[in-house]
């Protein structure tokens, strides 16, 4: 099996709880709004730890949200791997830029989804504070905007 030509790795800490991230990274509307273009059919939903997603539409492939418990957050991984569902140009300078495009277009999108689930569950975060979703007493734990 080769390699697919649409290969997206990205991570970012989320300064918040990670059961918080089950209602913003496994809501369909969040999907519909950060891959219109895509339709997504869920192969693992693995709650507060992720999702894991067939994809059809311009590319196809898998894609897949994956949550590490990471001190009191966690980092998101976000992986992409498909491949155009148009045809190629048969020139292989033309193919090699229509692959960069398209693999620099998903890279993009993929950094927004991770800063924008970040931006949600950090929300009312004090900066050197606790985490969102965790109180500066143990065993209490707050909500993904702050409120206990």
Known sequence: MGVTSIQ???EVFVAAAPPSAAAVIGDPANWRKWWPDL???VTED????????RV??????TMEIWNEAVLDG????YFLHAEPTAPLPE?????????????????????EV?????RLLEDGRVVGGPAAGHD????RHTTATGAR
Do not use: C, I, M, Y
Request: glycine fraction near 12%; charged fraction near 30%.
């Open 8 to 10: 997206v790795a990205d």
């Open 39 to 41: 339709r997504l059919a």
């Open 46 to 53: 693995r709650g507060e730890q992720g999702v894991r997603w």
């Open 56 to 61: 059809e539409g311009p590319v196809s492939g």
């Open 74 to 77: 966690f980092v998101l991984h």
């Open 91 to 111: 020139d292989p300078r033309a193919r090699a830029d229509v692959l960069a495009e398209a693999n620099k277009q998903r890279r993009v999108t993929g950094k």
């Open 114 to 118: 991770s800063f924008e689930v970040k």
């Open 136 to 139: 500066a007493a143990p065993g």
